[in-house]
């Protein structure tokens, strides 16, 4: 995690007083009862490492008064190169450094990028061999365009946590606030808004950023979105995973509508898709029609046979890292339309994965930690630049953290089936591995680890715990499904 300056902030704070931060616990929570063999991921561990190491530093910086003058001369020196360190963004290149590298920019391929369902063609002169600017420039505008949500410090304690920052905990929650506004981004303004340079900004563009403000009267704020999860084991301070995250805004969609705050909930249905309808192990998770049908009926009250619709696929593509024969799967998703892109990244690092160039994902990353901003529905001269990046970051694909979940937004009838017929055909394409599938009505699941001979039988699913994957002992098929 990035922001570790602020966390050895916060670790002053608790060694003050032990009632100021009673969540800071970072530890994962398993999801099988009174279980005491929950598995740390690496990445989990070193973070824990580099912050518990360099709060101590921090702490050590900050000596009482009296103490000043006697270890000025000893001390000084030392405090002095460990602020530079932190402040210099030293720490981010030796936690990048444990995770991976975080690089920037586009490379100098020809290759399309894709973004969001979008295609950029990037040519090359064949006389120079310099590339067209074109492409880059669009893509630019686009990629900039994006809904950008970061750690926040300073905002309203959450709940009777006392915590008022997110940093090192609340990545997933952030990355999830991403993709959730560019659907709001896409169902009001379209998918071909970019953010404008004129001082007067859309109305609509500014309260979809009010809606995410961190307090307890924005509706999407992470406040509501931990109380509303609070079932799937959300909790300030704790980490999330994907599974849980998704059921999570499908719980808070609902509440919102079921209290009668039309005006302040999610203007479509929202889908959980899975591998059956209990939720269940067995096989690629099943987009159906029926189901998907049902829910746009119950989000209209009964009053229309289809609504605008939120699919969120949450899953599984590998054990410690990406099963190969599922990347081109993934890469194709970010040509569809309706594609909302990726909730993942680096084990213990949660990202939005927003576009693809060849083997490379671009995402947007939550880790910088920003003072809070909370933006009024009504102020369209506001200041929305911490909301917007023009840092392009990339990953290779078989990088990404295994343990995911793919979003699509469909405006109407035909939008969906445009994308059952994307979705079938990626299927078939997928030689034996896809992501997801679609029927029209309710199958009996197939259980995947009977077909490919797995003897180990059905493990138990901890993807409701708040850590992401980590080594899985007792499986011997690489490419058994784990659904989320």
Aim: aromatic share 8%.
């Amino acid at each position: 995690m990035k922001g570790f300056r602020d966390k050895a902030v916060a670790s002053i704070c608790s060694s003050k007083t032990t009632t100021d931060t009673p969540n800071r616990s970072l530890a994962p929570v398993s999801s099988e009862p009174g279980s005491s063999d929950t598995k740390l991921s690496k990445g989990f561990l070193w973070s824990s490492l580099f912050a518990s190491a360099f709060s101590i530093f921090e702490t050590n910086s900050e000596p009482s008064a009296c103490e000043k003058k006697a270890l000025h001369s000893k001390n000084n020196g030392w405090t002095a190169t460990v602020k530079r360190v932190v402040t210099a963004g030293s720490m981010r290149r030796i936690h990048e450094r444990v995770l991976g590298p975080s690089r920037t920019g586009i490379s100098n391929s020809t290759s399309d990028i894709w973004l969001l369902g979008v295609c950029y063609k990037i040519s090359q002169d064949e006389s120079t061999g310099a590339t067209s600017s074109n492409g880059l420039v669009a893509f630019n505008d686009d990629f900039t365009s994006r809904i950008l949500m970061t750690y926040r410090k300073g905002f309203d304690a959450i709940g009777d946590s006392k915590l008022t920052s997110d940093v090192g905990w609340g990545c997933m929650l952030r990355s999830s606030q991403m993709l959730i506004a560019q659907a709001l981004i896409f169902h009001q303004l379209g998918r071909s808004w970019r953010k404008t340079l004129e001082k007067s900004l859309d109305h609509d563009y500014i309260e979809i950023l009010h809606l995410f403000g961190d307090s307890e009267a924005s509706a999407f704020s992470i406040h509501n979105l931990l109380q509303a999860g609070k079932t799937y084991g959300l909790a300030a301070g704790s980490w999330v995973g994907p599974y849980a995250m998704c059921r999570s805004w499908e719980s808070l969609a609902r509440c919102k509508k079921e209290t009668g705050q039309g005006c302040h909930s999610l203007p479509m249905a929202v889908y959980v898709v899975s591998g059956d309808e209990d939720g269940e192990r067995g096989g690629a998770p099943v987009v159906c029609i029926e189901d998907a049908s049902r829910h746009c009926l119950e989000f209209s009250k009964g009053q229309a046979d289809w609504t605008p619709i939120l699919l969120l696929v949450p899953l599984v593509v590998g054990l410690d890292k990406v099963n190969p024969r599922y990347i081109p799967s993934l890469r194709m998703t970010f040509t569809f339309p309706q594609s909302l892109g990726i909730l993942g990244g680096k084990p213990g690092a949660s990202t939005y994965i927003v576009g693809v160039q060849g083997d490379n994902a671009f995402y947007l990353d939550p880790h910088d930690v920003q003072p809070v901003v909370n933006i009024s529905g009504d102020n369209l001269d506001a200041d929305t630049s911490s909301y917007h990046s023009n840092v392009v970051r990339h990953i290779h694909l078989d990088s990404i953290d295994p343990s995911l979940a793919i979003g699509f937004y469909c405006r109407d009838k035909d939008d969906f089936d445009d994308f059952c017929l994307r979705a079938s055909k990626l299927a078939e394409e997928s030689n034996g591995a896809p992501l997801f599938t679609v029927t029209e009505t309710h199958i009996k699941p197939v259980n995947h680890s009977d077909v490919l001979g797995d003897t180990g039988g059905v493990h138990e699913d901890d993807s409701l715990g708040v850590v992401p994957m980590g080594d899985a002992e007792g499986y011997t098929n690489e490419d058994d499904w784990q659904l989320l």
